[in-house]
Structure formats: structure tokens, C-alpha cells
Nanobody, 127 residues
Framework: QVTLVESGGGLVQAGGSLRLSCAAS????????VGWFRQAPGKGRDFVAV????????YSSDSVEGRFTISRDNAKKTVYLQMNSLKPEDTAVYYC????????????????????WGQGTQVTVSS
């Protein structure tokens, strides 16, 4: 079992930046691939970015490519999502999720692949 806690959300103007954090207390977190998803009001939950357990490989959706960067610090058991050049359409609740995998090429983009989920953090981008 892995418990995930997101933080760093808030209100920001368009063009601004935020950094989200996803922290875990269990050592097994370091053996998990970790992804970020988001859910805008009235819409389904969409994939944003994923990072392998080692941090070597990442993959991001086209909508955030070049603006968002996912990274991790396994010593701190934390994954980050640096969000730059934010747009109003980035407004959503952001969730981090994880699944056990020591395959550095395992980068799941589908919700069903993930075993553990955080409670979410709200990001609001004003125009």
C-alpha cells in the first residue's frame, strides 16, 4: 500500500507557474512509476505526465508538452510537476497516482494501470 499526498496547488494568473508535489511515506514508492492526471469541471480525468521509477524516462501529453516537466527525488519519496506558461484551460483538480514497476520503459497513460491515488489538489488559472 502506498499513500500519496499532493500539494502545491493554488490560484495563478495565465502565464504563471506552479510546482506540484506528490509525497509518499512508504519506501516502496521508489519502486513505482508515478503519473499525474487532471480533471476539469464537468469532464473526465485526463493523463498529464508520467515518470518511471528510476526517473530516467518520462512522457507527457501533447497538451502540456514543453510547458510541464515531471521529475522525482526518490531519496525524498517525492514526485514533482513543474507547470510553466499556465493557461486557463489548465484549470483542474490534479491527481498523482502510482503503480509498482521496476521497468524503466513502463510509462502508463491509462487510469486503470494505476493502483494508488492521491486526494487531488486544485489548480486554478485566471485569464
Amino acid at each position: 500500500q502506498v499513500t500519496l499526498v499532493e500539494s502545491g496547488g493554488g490560484l495563478v494568473q495565465a502565464g504563471g507557474s506552479l510546482r506540484l508535489s506528490c509525497a509518499a511515506s512508504e519506501r516502496s514508492f521508489s519502486s513505482c512509476a508515478v503519473g499525474w492526471f487532471r480533471q476539469a469541471p464537468g469532464k473526465g480525468r485526463d493523463f498529464v505526465a508520467v515518470i518511471s521509477w528510476s526517473g530516467i524516462n518520462t512522457y507527457s501529453s501533447d497538451s502540456v508538452e514543453g510547458r510541464f516537466t515531471i521529475s522525482r527525488d526518490n531519496a525524498k519519496k517525492t514526485v514533482y510537476l513543474q507547470m510553466n506558461s499556465l493557461k486557463p484551460e489548465d484549470t483542474a483538480v490534479y491527481y498523482c497516482a502510482a503503480y509498482p514497476s521496476l521497468d524503466s520503459f513502463s510509462l502508463a497513460t491509462v487510469e486503470d494501470e494505476y493502483d494508488y491515488w492521491g486526494q487531488g489538489t486544485q489548480v486554478t488559472v485566471s485569464s
